[in-house]
Every structure is written in C-alpha cells, then in structure tokens.
C-alpha cells in the first residue's frame, strides 16, 4: 500500500529524555515535513525537507531535531531542550515545489 | 508573516442542512489546501485548490486568490462530516494552517 506511516501511535516518555519519533513514505515524493497539533488548535511547522541531505527549520523549530538521509525517512527527535513537548506531531509529505501535502495519522507524545 | 483567519470557529448542524467555511489569508499565496481532520486527528485531504471552483460529490470549494479568501461549501450535511476543518496556504515551500471550524453535525 502507498502511504505515509507513523509510529509509535501512542508514546510516554520521562521528563529530560530525548525521544524520536519515525516518518516513512513510499510515494517519492522528495518533500517531507513535521507538524506539532496542540489540543484545539491548528497545525505549526516544525522543520522541513525539500530534499535528501537538507532541511530547513519551520516556524517552531527549538528543542527538536531532524535528519533526512533517505528519502523515504524524515525521523524527528524531540530533545530535553524542548519546553513542552507533549503535543500530536504530525508529518507530511509531497512533490517538490511546495505541492499538495499528504499527512500520516499522527503520534501523540506525552511526558510525564 | 501572513495571517490565515477561518471562520465560523465554531459550527453546529442538524443532519441534512448546508454550510459555508471561509478562510481569508493576509497575502498573496501560492496554493492552497482543504482539509478535514477526524475524531481520531486523520487529515484527510478534501482540495487543492489555487484558485477556481471544484466539486467533490456534497462538498465544493472556491478559491478567490486576488481577493485572498477561499470558501469551504458542505450541503446536506451528515454526521460523518463532524471533525474540524482546516485550511492551509502556501507561501515559499511552507504551509501556514489557519486555526480551523470545529463542526458538529446532529443526528
């Protein structure tokens, strides 16, 4: 099946841990990006791919990490710098040039 | 930055009756998306949409980008329509979301 997965659905972590959470699509698409959903409101960019080997930081980028070395895989680390991260991360991927996006069903962190 | 307003916030229907969402974005855009987020936080892609008109069996969109404002149209609304919808526009790679219309729709 094509489509963007995410995993862990659900994840607990301790305060002052680093945690990564995974992003794989098998559509080619050569832009991935991360979202951070805070309860009732919309959708903030976290960092940002337009290609293998490069990103970019979104609008809301400190205490979070990325790497993009393959172009199926944009994998996020919420570090212990990160003032709040409990929140849903979703990510998302598309066509290069800022094309439609297509979303995965998400990963809710939470820590303790 | 450019500022993305969506109106109502809030929405309650009775099955079967119709609705219109707008979303008015602060400057000029590139593309722009609909999407309608489940109860589970699914967002499930309704229309790309630059500019124009399209439909997709109850639901309809029109992008006006010179006058910078989009519309959402849902008729004979059903339950299954309930969630939260979202647009988001596009300026230099980057997506910027606007805070959503919350629908109910009653039984």
């Known amino acids: 099946d094509g489509g963007i997965t995410q995993s862990p659905k659900y994840l607990f972590r301790k305060e002052g841990q680093n945690v990564t959470l995974s992003c794989e699509q098998n559509?080619?698409?050569?832009?991935m990006y991360w979202y951070r959903q805070d309860p009732g409101q919309g959708l903030r960019l976290i960092y940002y791919s337009q290609i293998v080997n490069d990103f970019q930081k979104g609008d809301i980028a400190e205490g979070y990490s990325v790497s993009r070395e393959k172009k199926e895989s944009f994998p996020l680390t919420v570090t212990s710098a990160q003032k709040n991260p409990t929140a849903f991360y979703l990510c998302a991927s598309g066509l290069a040039g800022g094309n439609e996006q297509f979303f995965g069903p998400g990963t809710r962190l939470t820590v303790l | 930055g450019i500022q993305v307003e969506q109106s109502p916030p809030d929405l309650i229907l009775q099955e079967g009756a119709n609705s219109t969402l707008r979303c008015n974005f602060s400057d000029s855009v590139n593309n722009l998306q609909w999407f309608h987020q489940n109860p589970w936080g699914q967002l499930i892609n309704l229309f790309y949409i630059p500019s124009g008109t399209k439909q997709n069996g109850r639901l309809s969109a029109t992008t006006v980008a010179t006058e910078r404002y989009s519309l959402l149209y849902i008729s004979s609304s059903q339950t299954t329509d309930s969630g939260v919808y979202f647009c988001?526009?596009?300026?230099?790679?980057?997506?910027?979301f606007g805070t959503g219309t919350r629908l109910k729709v009653l039984a």
């Open positions: 559509l080619n698409h050569d832009a």
């Open positions: 988001a526009v596009l300026r230099t790679y980057k997506y910027i």
